[in-house]
């Protein structure tokens, strides 16, 4: 048995998204800078991805930048908008301890060069605790960015609050909303945030490529020059390929999305079914209410992370630890550590990620397997 848990690190290309980029490996090669015929079509196959994608979070196609996925739209993001307020005397930014490192490893770097980052702290369930985020902005604060959904226990922010209070004290607001797209009804006219982090190959579309979405009047230094793609905003020949896929997606996840949820929601609920029913002790990390369906953390008490994945694998389950891999060594997760989680849930924890291709019948068999392998290193 071979079954792919691992859709929050990446997922499989959806045959529908490289039916729509196969021409343009072939045929459509033209630079859609170009004036002539081979430039005008791709650049109409760029437009209408951008059409694809602004409609997933009901966005002006003009308020959209395509990148180069979901990391370089939160740099752009932050460095963007903090570069551009610190002429008029802003130097804050207010974040979170647990951001995807896109948005933490960046607010190192903004501190590194002169920005004051306060990162505002969650409760147990990964929350952010809005009293301390208010407290936290000051005359000086320029940008306050708090992901959507997150990504290695899927806890969700309260994302409106927190954009009130920003839209309040005059201060911009970006989310991360990667993990986000196709399971949550993302609505920019509705949300109160001003910039909103995309990427595609979350959401069954190739890699390498991302939008970063900017309201209106949302000051931004461009992070990359010589062109004027993007609106200027982001200089450098399109990748087209990967642009065409990602609309494709998007416009798939957009119509699938609430079959998406259910599914990731029954998937998750097997499992939990089946762990109990096989007796094995097991604590969820994560909020019990607002979470992402797709996206399950579960510590094992007795068993170690290393050695479950190790495991696991060896069974033909690829699931993952949530946190990043670094020199093979594991890192103990900071987002589980921002919760205050016990050494002993914490070494224990692996995280199941469902999505497109997952069937309740094959997760109920990978559930018995977890359940044979944690007794057997735990000897329950
Ligand atoms: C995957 C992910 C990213 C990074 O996106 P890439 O396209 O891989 O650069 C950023 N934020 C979150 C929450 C993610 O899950």
């Known amino acids: ?93 207010i974040t979170t301890t647990v951001e995807h490192h896109a948005v933490l490893d960046t607010c190192q770097y903004l501190e590194k060069i002169g920005f004051q980052v306060i990162y505002v702290p969650v409760d147990r369930y990964g929350r952010v605790q809005t009293e301390e985020l208010k407290r936290a902005i000051d005359d000086r604060t320029a940008i306050i960015s708090v992901m959507y ?22 201060v911009w607001f970006h989310t991360d909303a990667v993990q986000a797209l196709g399971s949550e009804p993302l609505d920019v006219r509705k949300l109160p945030v001003d910039l909103l982090s995309l990427s595609s190959h979350k959401i069954n579309g190739p890699k390498g490529v991302g939008a970063l979405y900017i309201g209106r009047k949302v000051p931004l ?18 990748n087209v390929i990967g642009i065409v896929g990602f609309g494709q997606a998007a416009e798939l996840a957009m119509a699938n999305r609430e079959e998406h949820r259910d599914t990731a929601q029954r998937c998750r609920e097997a499992m939990l079914e089946t762990w109990r029913q096989e007796g094995i002790s097991f604590v969820v990390n994560g909020h019990p209410e607002h979470y992402l369906p797709h996206v399950l953390n579960v510590s094992f008490p007795g068993a170690e992370t290393e050695t479950l994945l190790m495991n696991l694998d060896l069974e033909g389950i690829a699931c993952s630890s949530g946190s990043a891999c670094t020199s093979g060594t594991l890192e103990v997760s900071h987002v589980l550590k921002a919760m205050g989680l016990p050494d002993e849930l914490l070494r224990s924890a692996i995280r199941f990620s469902f999505g497109w291709g997952n069937t309740v019948e094959q997760v109920t068999e990978a559930a018995k397997t977890v359940a044979r392998v944690v007794r057997r290193l735990t000897e329950q």
Do not use: C, W
């Open 1 to 93: 048995m071979s079954i792919y848990l691992d859709h929050a690190a990446t997922t499989p290309i959806h045959p529908k998204v490289k039916e729509a980029m196969l021409p343009f490996l072939e045929d459509h090669f033209g630079n859609p800078s170009s004036i002539h015929a081979y430039g005008r079509t791709v650049r109409q196959a760029i437009d209408r991805a951008r059409d694809q994608v602004a409609a997933s979070i009901h966005a002006d196609p003009g308020q959209l930048i395509f990148t180069s996925g979901g990391t370089e739209a939160d740099n752009l993001a932050l460095i963007g908008v903090a570069m551009a307020m610190r002429e008029k005397g802003k130097d804050r930014v």
């Open 149 to 170: 959904g997150n990504n290695e226990v899927g806890t969700l922010q309260p994302i409106e609050e927190i954009g009130q209070i920003a839209k309040e004290r005059g």
């Open 221 to 238: 230094q461009p992070q990359m020059h010589g062109g004027m793609q993007e609106r200027r905003r982001r200089a450098g020949t399109e």
